[in-house]
C-alpha cells in the first residue's frame, strides 16, 4: 500500500504543477466521507466544487452507470442512440427551454455558450460581422480554457496565456448601472455568475439579478446564467436565479449534472437561440454519449423530486446561522453564501485560508481556500446534520487554537 508521503512525490515527480492540493491522498468515498491511502477518514466539505452534490458513490448514480457500460459507452455523434434524446428532453425540461446542447465539461458549456451568443447576434440579433461583444462581471470565473482566461481579472489564470481573444467588456460584478453603460448595440450577451464561487462566494446585491434580466431583455442581449457551480440543488434551488424569480435566456451547466461519475455538461435555451447551430458548426466526439446521458439522466430525475434542493435550503439555513454566530468574535470577519454553500474570511491574525484549510484536514475535515483569506464550504447535499455540526465543531475548535 503506498504511503501518503510516496504517493505526493510520485505525483509532484510526473505530473504538471497546475494545482496545488492538500497533502492528502484519497483511496474510497462514501456519501460525504472519504479515506485516504491509509485508511484515516476525512468528511468532505468540498464536494468536488458542487460536482460531488450527491455525495460519493451515490447508488442511484452508480447503479445508473453500470447499467450502461453494460450496454455502449460511446457512438460519438456520427451516430444516434437510444439515451440521447430522453436525456435532452428531461434536462430541457428541467430547465424550462426547449433544446440541449450536451458537451462535456463546464469550461466546454462556456465556450459552447460564447459561440452561441455570437452567432445569434449575427443571424439573429443583426449585429455586424466580427463586432460581437459580452459583457462579464469582474472577480469571473468560467473556466481556465485560452478564450475564457482573456476576459479573467485573475492574475494566476490570466497572466502569460496571451494573446487574448478580444470581444468581451468587463464590468464590477452586482453594479448595474455600469453594465447598463456598457450594453452598446453590438452586445450579444452578458454572462454572469448568479453567485460567484471561485471568487469568494460572493452573493450580488438583492434585486440585482431582476435588473440583468429587465435590461437585457429591453436591450435585446442574452442572458446567460453560468450555473455551473450554483446550478442543480447547490443553493436550495434548482438554479441560483431562481432565488430572485429570473429565468434566464441560456442556461450552462456542468459539475453535479454528471453526478460526480463522468463529466457532463451542457448549453440550455430555447429554439431561437440554439437552433441557430447546423450540422458541422460545433460539436464533441464525446459530447452527450450514451454514458453520460444515463448518468445525467438520473440527475435530472433526482433533482425532479425537490428532495435535494429542500435538504439544501434547510440545512443551508443551519450552517449559515451557526457559521454567522463565528462572525465578529476575531477569527471570522464575513460570511457568504446561499443554500449549502458558504464563503468564510479568515481574520489573518488566525492565518491564511491555506493554512486554516490544513489545520482542519488534520482533524478530519476537508474544505479549500481562495484568494488567500477565504475558505470554501460546500458539502454534498446528502451529508446528514449530524456530520454537518461536528464538521462546524472542528472549524470552532480550529479557529479557537
Known amino acids: 500500500m503506498s504511503t501518503t508521503a510516496d504517493a505526493i512525490s510520485s505525483a509532484e515527480a510526473h505530473s504538471a504543477h497546475n494545482y496545488h492540493p492538500l497533502p ?25 466544487y458542487s460536482a460531488l452534490n450527491f455525495g460519493h458513490c451515490n447508488p442511484r448514480l452508480l447503479a445508473a452507470a453500470r447499467a450502461q457500460l453494460d450496454r455502449v459507452t460511446l457512438t460519438s455523434r456520427a451516430f444516434h442512440h437510444d439515451r440521447f434524446a430522453d436525456f435532452c428532453t428531461e434536462l430541457a425540461a428541467l430547465c424550462g427551454k426547449d433544446m440541449v446542447l450536451p458537451m462535456n465539461t463546464g469550461a466546454e458549456a462556456v465556450e459552447t455558450g460564447v459561440k452561441t451568443a455570437r452567432k445569434w447576434g449575427y443571424e439573429v440579433k ?18 481556465r480554457t485560452t478564450t475564457i482566461v482573456s476576459f479573467s481579472t485573475d492574475h494566476e489564470a490570466r497572466d502569460h496565456f496571451g494573446p487574448y481573444t478580444p470581444g468581451f467588456e468587463i464590468v464590477p460584478y452586482g453594479d448595474l448601472t ?3 453603460q456598457a450594453v452598446t ?15 469568494g462566494v460572493l452573493v450580488p446585491p438583492a434585486g440585482y439579478l431582476r435588473g440583468v434580466r429587465e435590461l437585457t431583455r429591453e436591450r435585446n442581449v ?19 436565479c431562481e432565488h430572485e424569480d429570473v429565468v434566464p435566456d441560456v442556461y450552462l451547466l456542468g459539475k453535479a449534472l454528471g453526478g460526480g461519475v463522468v463529466p457532463v455538461s451542457a448549453v440550455v435555451a430555447d429554439r431561437d437561440v440554439l437552433g ?13 454519449n450514451p454514458l453520460a446521458c444515463a448518468v445525467g439522466l438520473e440527475v435530472v430525475a433526482m433533482l425532479r423530486t425537490g428532495e435535494y434542493q429542500q435538504r439544501a435550503a434547510e440545512l443551508g439555513d443551519h450552517l449559515h446561522r451557526e457559521l454567522n454566530l463565528l462572525v465578529g468574535g476575531g477569527a471570522v470577519t464575513a460570511v457568504r453564501g446561499r443554500g449549502l454553500w458558504a464563503g ?24 479549500k ?9 460546500a458539502p454534498p447535499l446528502v451529508i446528514g446534520k449530524e456530520d454537518l455540526d461536528w464538521g462546524l465543531d472542528q472549524l470552532r475548535a480550529v479557529l479557537a487554537s
Open 222 to 240: 442574452l442572458f446567460m446564467a453560468d450555473e455551473i457551480q450554483s446550478g442543480l440543488g447547490r443553493t436550495g434551488r434548482t438554479f441560483a
Open 344 to 367: 468564510v474570511d479568515i481574520d489573518p491574525a488566525h492565518g491564511t485560508g491555506r493554512e486554516v484549510s490544513q489545520r482542519l484536514m488534520e482533524r478530519g475535515v476537508l474544505v
Open 24 to 48: 492528502v491522498v484519497v483511496a474510497t468515498a462514501e456519501g460525504a466521507w472519504m479515506t485516504d491511502v491509509e485508511g484515516r477518514r476525512y468528511l468532505d466539505m468540498l464536494a468536488g
Open 126 to 143: 443583426g449585429v455586424p460581422d466580427g463586432h460581437a461583444k459580452i459583457v462579464v462581471a469582474a472577480d469571473n470565473f468560467h473556466g
Open 369 to 377: 481556500d481562495t484568494h488567500g483569506a477565504t475558505i470554501r464550504i
Open 185 to 199: 448595440p453590438n452586445t450579444v450577451a452578458v454572462l454572469l455568475e448568479p453567485i460567484q464561487g471561485e471568487a
Open 276 to 288: 441557430v447551430f447546423k450540422p458541422g458548426e460545433h460539436g464533441s466526439t464525446f459530447g452527450g
Open 178 to 180: 455600469a453594465l447598463a
